[in-house]
């Protein structure tokens, strides 16, 4: 208790030999190198290289997304790993990143170390992400994919059908029926519409 | 004693251009591509995704799938041409139902699930593109023939 009175003193207490602008200007500047710092690190974790330089996730997840339309297309747009796994925006991101340390976890303790292992998880783990993006509405589908974007006449007669109705409604989202389009599916008995 | 020697030694040559020359017209099924080169592949097609059903082209025909089906995943862990054609799915989807003799073991016998020999579709059903025909097909359905004057 002592302790915590004389440090509050200690910052109570004007500053003797430092100026205001001083304070004033050096606290602004670093807080932005403080800022800039932090920004940058949170977007190297955000980057393909990062999230692939584990062994898991680039001899699992990684090869099943390079075939599928989101990594190699005609158009030349692609989707990385924190495209669909991390949210844009800054309080989820934050969130999200805060939740990705028991990823951490199951690094340090091997819990997907293996082939085997990562198999006997992948239903838990794509239920995980299927909870996640059904309660936010798909929102990191709709980071590119945006409804009122949508040309119905240029899709496909079922395509449309579909969207028209369940997703206009909003009685689906786009998890709902696009389950495993960048990853391979776990076994999905009893999952709905999989019987 | 010289002489001799070269034209042997021309003779050989002569054969080796031969047998190499008669190398270059050897019909393989690599075409007449050479083994260190690659050749360049043919333009990939593109799917019909008209949703439109086709007319059989032979009799007992699998009908043919008028979709894209990139990337359905049909293994041990999911199908996902049965998200839709399945039964209990075809409600909501309006797709067309699996028929029942999918059901049917070999020996006649109902499955209450599609039957293991007919799980993976694409070993009946393909998907279709708009090719020219390489030979002409005259097949005619029973029905036709069967109205055709005597």
Known sequence: MNKLKRYWKL???????FSLGFLTLGGFIAGIMFWGAFNTALE????????????????NVYQELQSTIHFSNRSGVRAKCSDCHVPHNWTDKIARKMQASKEVWGKIFGTISTREKFEAKRRELAEHEWARLKANDSLECRNCHNFDYMDFTRQSLRASEMHSTA????????????KGIAHELPDMSGVEGWD | ??????????????????????????????????????ETPPVMPNVENRDIKRQRAYPMQPP?????????????????????HARTRTEESQAPMVSVTHYMNR??????????????????????????????????DVETLLKAPK
């Open chain 1, 167 to 178: 997703l206009a409604s909003g009685e689906k989202t786009c998890i709902d029926c696009h």
């Open chain 2, 107 to 140: 020996d006649g016998n109902f499955l209450a699930e599609v039957s293991p020999r007919r799980y993976f579709c694409t070993q009946c059903h393909v998907t279709q593109v708009d090719a020219k025909p390489l030979v002409e097909n005259i097949f005619q």
């Open chain 1, 44 to 59: 190297v974790t955000n980057t393909e290289a990062f999230c692939t330089g584990c062994h898991e996730m680039r001899n």
């Open chain 2, 64 to 84: 043919t799938i008028p979709h894209k089906i990139d990337q359905y995943q049909v293994d041990y862990k999911a199908n996902k041409c049965m998200s839709c």
């Open chain 1, 11 to 17: 910052v109570n207490r004007p500053s003797v030999h």
């Open chain 2, 1 to 38: 004693m010289k002489i001799l020697m070269f034209t042997l030694v021309l003779l050989g040559q002569c054969w080796m251009l031969s047998a190499w020359a008669g190398q270059e017209y050897v019909a393989t099924l690599r075409g007449e591509v050479p083994l260190n080169e690659e």
